[in-house]
């Protein structure tokens, strides 16, 4: 058996500590010294096959960009958790879910109408009809139906304003001239 790293290790500090006369012979120190360089040339080999191997291996061009954009499992499950509703699966946001920019999907799948992603105005106005929320069209019925029409003849009409609240007295001329009065300041 080879010796380890460690058992040359020990050895070595035994000859380094040797101080008698003879006692670091040349047997022991020229083992030792052959120990090592062959435990050296094990460990060359060693590593000649690990690159000889890595050479071999086909690994294809990985975007290692692209990989740290990539969430961890951890953060994923965080995230997001997959549900079953009536048969089929879906992804389901653990939070509120918003964009700086526009969302965009592939596609709305087999049993979603809708023209190239997302869904489709029909479908939204069927889910808001749905779950009680008001729409355009159904705000513009309400008020409608239920609006009380303001009765109008109690204002004023425009002439009788004009008359009633335009400041009285005479008014400038469109074209007129201030001469009089700065000559009349500069004499003073």
């Known amino acids: 058996m080879e010796p380890s790293i460690n058992d040359l290790l020990q050895r070595s500090v035994t000859v380094r500590d040797a101080?008698?006369?003879?006692?670091?012979t040349a047997l022991r120190v020229g083992s030792l010294f052959v120990d090592i360089v062959l435990r050296l040339q094990a460990s060359f080999s060693q590593?000649?096959?690990?690159?000889?191997?890595?050479?071999?291996?086909?690994?294809?061009?990985?975007?290692?960009s692209d990989l740290c954009l990539k969430l961890d499992k951890s953060d994923f499950d965080e995230l997001f958790e997959k549900v079953t509703?009536?048969?089929?699966d879906f992804i389901k946001a653990k939070l509120p879910f918003f964009s700086i920019n526009d969302v965009?999907?592939?596609?709305?799948?087999?049993?979603?109408?809708?023209?190239?992603?997302?869904?489709?105005?029909e479908a939204l106005g069927a889910y808001l009809a749905r779950e009680g929320y008001a729409t355009q069209a159904w705000v513009r019925e309400y008020v409608a139906a239920n609006a009380a029409v303001p009765d109008l003849s109690a204002y004023l009409a425009r002439t009788e304003a004009a008359a009633l609240y335009q400041p009285k007295g005479?008014?400038?001329?469109?074209?007129?001239?201030?001469?009089?009065?700065?000559?009349?300041?500069?004499?003073?």
């Open 19 to 24: 101080f008698s006369p003879a006692e670091n």
């Open 170 to 188: 005479s008014y400038a001329a469109a074209a007129h001239s201030h001469d009089a009065y700065i000559s009349a300041i500069g004499t003073s």
């Open 47 to 64: 590593i000649d096959a690990l690159e000889s191997a890595f050479e071999n291996l086909e690994i294809p061009d990985i975007d290692w």
């Open 104 to 121: 965009a999907a592939f596609g709305p799948g087999a049993d979603i109408p809708g023209g190239g992603g997302g869904l489709s105005e």
């Open 85 to 88: 509703v009536d048969g089929s």
